[in-house]
T-cell receptor, first 117, second 116 residues
Framework: GAVVSQHPSRVICKSGTSVKIECRSL??????MFWYRQFPKQSLMLMAT?????????EQGVEKDKFLINHASLTLSTLTVTSAHPEDSSFYIC?????????????FGDGTRLSIL | AQKITQTQPGMFVQEKEAVTLDCTYD???????LFWYKQPSSGEMIFLIY??????QNATEGRYSLNFQKARKSANLVISASQLGDSAMYFC?????????????FGTGTRLLVSP
């Protein structure tokens, strides 16, 4: 159980394109999902917390107009990188937890490698 | 200040040997949880083990055990009988507070290489 699916796994596109990444919890309902960004050889940095039915909470320094998050249902959150530029190239990965229990781990999707030419 | 510190950028171990990956943390919250994740070169994050701040015993999950030293604020991961497939990045992470929806803060990671 606790499977999180992320799609697409890899995107290569031209500068100026908007890219949508989907994160789905396949066998459980996720009230809250998280979006991370990881540069090569670096750690995961939380970008935003996605809450079903309400606005996402963005971390300091993350442009909310650049990275649009929509948590439309209990099983789907989307991250849209708007007008992407080469500096947005990175590994984006989402996660979700089964419940509000403190000991529940975040279950991660397989990530999306975004390359902007 | 760093909340999670992993001082070992890289570690080498021979197959079948045990290895310890270090993690220290900083928090003033009495309620927190510590997690270890494995990230292979393919990128996915695999949950390994969890330790709660109020847990009396060290967590164990198969070949993984967590050496929890609360007074020293350390939560080192011990991998016994290393296998070639254990070669990966390992991240220590902390969640503060009582609710599960609190964010995770990750360390910088340790790259483990297991040699034959």
């Amino acid at each position: 159980g606790a499977v999180v699916s992320q799609h697409p796994s890899r995107v290569i596109c031209k500068s100026g394109t908007s890219v949508k990444i989907e994160c789905r919890s396949l066998d459980f309902q996720a009230t809250t999902m998280f979006w991370y960004r990881q540069f090569p050889k670096q750690s995961l940095m939380l970008m935003a917390t996605s809450n079903e039915g309400s606005k996402a909470t963005y971390e300091q320094g993350v442009e909310k107009d650049k990275f649009l998050i929509n948590h439309a249902s209990l099983t789907l959150s989307t991250l849209t990188v708007t007008s992407a530029h080469p500096e947005d190239s990175s590994f984006y990965i989402c996660s979700a937890t089964l419940s509000g229990e403190r000991n529940q781990p975040q279950h991660f999707g397989d990530g999306t490698r975004l390359s902007i030419l | 200040a760093q909340k999670i510190t992993q001082t070992q950028p890289g570690m080498f171990v021979q197959e079948k040997e045990a290895v310890t990956l270090d993690c220290t943390y900083d928090t003033s919250d009495p309620s927190y949880g510590l997690f270890w994740y494995k990230q292979p070169s393919s990128g996915e994050m695999i949950f390994l083990i969890y330790q709660g701040s109020y847990d009396q015993q060290n967590a164990t999950e198969g070949r993984y055990s967590l050496n929890f030293q609360k007074a020293r604020k350390s939560a080192n991961l011990v991998i016994s009988a290393s296998q070639l497939g254990d070669s990966a990045m390992y991240f220590c992470a902390m969640r503060e507070g009582n609710t599960g929806f609190q964010k995770l803060v990750f360390g910088t990671g340790t790259r483990l290489l297991v040699s034959p």
